[in-house]
């Protein structure tokens, strides 16, 4: 038994102790099922906020999917898509999503149809009214932003469509949300069981926001000192406004892929900010500061 600091490191398997960047966690996975099944509301696979229609779907990696599917671009046309980062990481999930309907590019060209701008970990795009003026589909992926804002203006609220994931933001296994103009789109992937599902967890979880806003922003401030502290500094400093969906942080001259490697061991979902000399963690509110101190004992033991 590998022992360090009050915690047990390469535990054997079916030990770990899961840190996802969901919130979603086991004790979630029961209340969800109650809550499915006192759920009295509707299952239409719509619902309003804040004077808006969204159209609920099986995960924010389907919304987009149904995005393109509307949009029904050539399959020669260039989706050209920026993030709050200019960082040349993007996510697997769109990328290929993406190339099953036409391309995408980091560059504006004359083959640019739509452009799709991720509001990367909860960190909003600061040049959106720019981007309108090209008068182009404007997508915004608000995966991990469903509650940032910047100079009071909620992402997601300025492109012609904006898709969130549930499963990202509340402690649900699925679901995304996805704004197209007020338009119904339907997800047809989804039975009416599935639908009440998602709305009942919806109904539960999305009281609960300005407590979700605070715990974020508080585990954030927990990562910045303890992580700063030892000069690992954070790749992003929250503006007013915006609510973090993972904490990214920097180590220069380290081996960030065997990390990993390592902390996925442990049960902890992470990467590597590819592109960048960088990592990211969970950081969400069904986290603890303690589970700040584990994470930074296991990096810290691993990189000494």
Same mark, same amino acid.
């Given at each position: 038994?590998?022992?360090?600091?009050?915690?047990?490191?390469?535990?054997?398997?079916?030990?770990?102790?899961?840190?996802?960047?969901?919130?979603?966690?086991?004790?979630?996975?029961?209340?969800?099922?109650?809550?499915?099944?006192?759920?009295?509301?509707?299952?239409?696979?719509?619902?309003?906020?804040?004077?808006?229609?969204?159209?609920?779907?099986?995960?924010?990696?389907?919304?987009?999917?149904?995005?393109?599917?509307?949009?029904?671009?050539?399959?020669?046309?260039?989706?050209?898509?920026?993030?709050?980062?200019?960082?040349?990481?993007?996510?697997?999930?769109?990328?290929?999503?993406?190339?099953?309907?036409?391309?995408?590019?980091?560059?504006?060209?004359?083959?640019?149809?739509?452009?799709?701008?991720?509001?990367?970990?909860?960190?909003?795009?600061?040049?959106?009214?720019?981007?309108?003026?090209?008068?182009?589909?404007?997508?915004?992926?608000?995966?991990?932003?469903?509650?940032?804002?910047?100079?009071?203006?909620?992402?997601?609220?300025?492109?012609? %469509? /904006?898709? =969130? +994931?549930?499963?990202?933001?509340?402690?649900?296994?699925?679901?995304?949300? *996805? #704004? $197209?103009?007020?338009? !119904?789109?339907?997800?047809?992937?989804?039975?009416?069981?599935?639908?009440?599902?998602?709305?009942?967890? %919806? /109904?539960? =979880? +999305?009281?609960?926001?300005?407590?979700?806003?605070?715990?974020?922003?508080? *585990? #954030? $401030?927990?990562?910045? !000192?303890?992580?700063?502290?030892?000069?690992?500094?954070?790749?992003?400093?929250?503006?007013?406004?915006?609510?973090?969906?993972?904490?990214?942080?920097?180590?220069?001259?380290?081996?960030?892929?065997?990390?990993?490697?390592?902390?996925?061991?442990?049960?902890?979902?992470?990467?590597?900010?590819?592109?960048?000399?960088?990592?990211?963690?969970?950081?969400?509110?069904?986290?603890?500061?303690?589970?700040?101190?584990?994470?930074?004992?296991?990096?810290?033991?691993?990189?000494?």
């Amino acid at each position: 038994m590998d022992f360090l600091n009050g915690y047990i490191k390469n535990p054997e398997a079916f030990r770990q102790a899961p840190l996802y960047l969901s919130p979603f966690n086991g004790e979630a996975l029961l209340r969800n099922q109650g809550l499915w099944a006192a759920y009295e509301g509707d299952v239409f696979p719509v619902l309003e906020e804040e004077g808006r229609l969204l159209n609920v779907c099986s995960s924010a990696t389907r919304a987009l999917a149904m995005v393109l599917e509307d949009l029904q671009l050539d399959p020669e046309a260039e989706v050209w898509v920026l993030t709050t980062s200019n960082n040349r990481y993007l996510s697997g999930c769109v990328t290929r999503t993406i190339e099953l309907y036409c391309r995408w590019s980091r560059q504006y060209s004359s083959a640019t149809a739509a452009i799709l701008v991720n509001h990367e970990f909860g960190f909003v795009r600061r040049d959106m009214a720019a981007l309108r003026a090209y008068q182009l589909p404007l997508i915004e992926d608000c995966a991990y932003s469903y509650y940032s804002a910047l100079d009071g203006r909620r992402a997601g609220s300025q492109g012609d %469509y /904006a898709f =969130y +994931s549930l499963a990202k933001t509340f402690p649900m296994q699925a679901g995304g949300l *996805l #704004y $197209a103009g007020g338009r !119904e789109l339907a997800d047809a992937s989804l039975s009416a069981s599935a639908v009440r599902y998602l709305k009942a967890c %919806y /109904a539960h =979880y +999305s009281g609960q926001g300005e407590d979700i806003k605070r715990r974020r922003r508080h *585990l #954030y $401030a927990a990562f910045l !000192e303890r992580f700063g502290a030892a000069g690992w500094p954070a790749r992003f400093e929250p503006a007013a406004g915006e609510v973090p969906g993972a904490f990214l942080f920097g180590a220069p001259g380290r081996d960030l892929s065997a990390l990993k490697v390592y902390l996925q061991q442990q049960g902890v979902e992470c990467s590597v900010f590819y592109g960048e000399e960088v990592f990211y963690l969970p950081c969400h509110q069904s986290m603890e500061e303690g589970h700040v101190d584990y994470l930074f004992t296991l990096i810290k033991d691993f990189l000494a």
